[in-house]
């Protein structure tokens, strides 16, 4: 079952800032996308991400979308705990009534909420997933994680969810080691969904894989995303996977949002000059 969301969103960012180094009053002014940089010219800091804001409702699909190193896999890996953001607040709706920021929560509290309310799917299947224990050894861990108790339900719960992302029962009880990359990335997000998390959040998932097996994964997280009413922040460069999956974009850019709105709307109309290359890119 579903964490539901108190609020009427699901997750809300304000002002997400990350950098790396010691940081000076030029950062900010000197890294941008008008600047065509990241890296601060004075001290050498790196501002991964700056002011990032927005609102995820409850069953959207959010995709954040950029060049590799826009910032887009710095949003998400803070929000998961990966890193400790700089600055800004991160409020989920389904955590203290939508109005606990958790970014600042104990490391303690950090733990349920991985455990609780967010889901991961990394970019490399093998950040996510232990490859050294079976399919379902690995789901197990989660519910686990999650404070259910009960053997028999856990496995029914794995086996449904490996059958459901077209893993072959057989396998079950086999490590992920032994897998194709596709079958790593389908193990990994029935891991993330498996206990009903209120946002899932995805890094580049199809990276890497060949375009028949990205085709049946996405096919798969539609089919998720629409049964379970999931709300996803999903992170890209392909603005194909945006296209298909997600109802609304942000587009980054040297670590800063230079553009957001409806996905048609972007890519039939986008009004930035780096948005327009990006989707010009795509219709050559």
């Not at 409702?57 to 700089?86: A, H, Q, Y």
């Not at 607040?89 to 303690?108: K, P």
């Not at 028999?152 to 029962?169: D, K, N």
């Not at 969904?193 to 946002?199: L, M, R």
């Amino acid at each position: 079952m579903n964490v539901a969301p108190a609020g009427p969103w699901a997750l809300r960012v304000v002002g997400l800032g990350k950098w790396f180094g010691p940081g000076c009053d030029a950062c900010l002014a000197e890294t941008g996308p008008e600047a065509g940089r990241s890296t601060c010219p004075r001290c050498g800091t790196v501002v991964a991400c700056a002011g990032v804001s927005f609102d995820l409702r409850p069953g959207g699909v959010l995709g954040i979308v950029g060049e590799s190193g826009s910032g887009k896999t710095t949003v998400l890996r803070c929000l998961n705990g990966d890193l400790t953001p700089s600055e800004g607040i991160a409020l989920l709706g389904s955590v203290g009534g939508g109005e606990r920021d958790i970014f600042t929560v104990s490391s303690q509290e950090r733990r349920q909420i991985r455990n609780f309310h967010l889901g991961m799917v990394y970019q490399s299947a093998r950040e996510g997933l232990n490859l050294r224990i079976s399919a379902g050894g690995n789901i197990a861990e989660r519910l686990l994680a999650a404070e259910w108790r009960e053997v028999a339900a856990i496995r029914r719960r794995a086996l449904t969810l490996l059958e459901r992302m077209e893993v072959p029962r057989s396998r079950m009880d086999q490590p992920p080691a032994t897998f194709s990359g596709g079958m790593q990335q389908r193990v990994q997000i029935a891991k993330a969904i498996a206990n009903g998390p209120s946002v899932v959040l995805l890094d580049e998932m199809t990276s890497g894989l060949d375009v028949s097996v990205q085709a049946g994964v996405l096919d798969l997280i539609q089919e998720i995303q629409r049964a379970e009413r999931m709300a996803m922040l999903v992170v890209s460069h392909d603005l194909g996977v945006v296209r298909l999956l997600c109802e609304r974009t942000i587009v980054m850019k040297n670590g800063r949002i230079v553009e957001a709105g409806l996905t048609d709307q972007i890519l039939e109309d986008p009004q930035h000059p780096y948005t327009q290359l990006l989707v010009s890119s795509i219709n050559a």
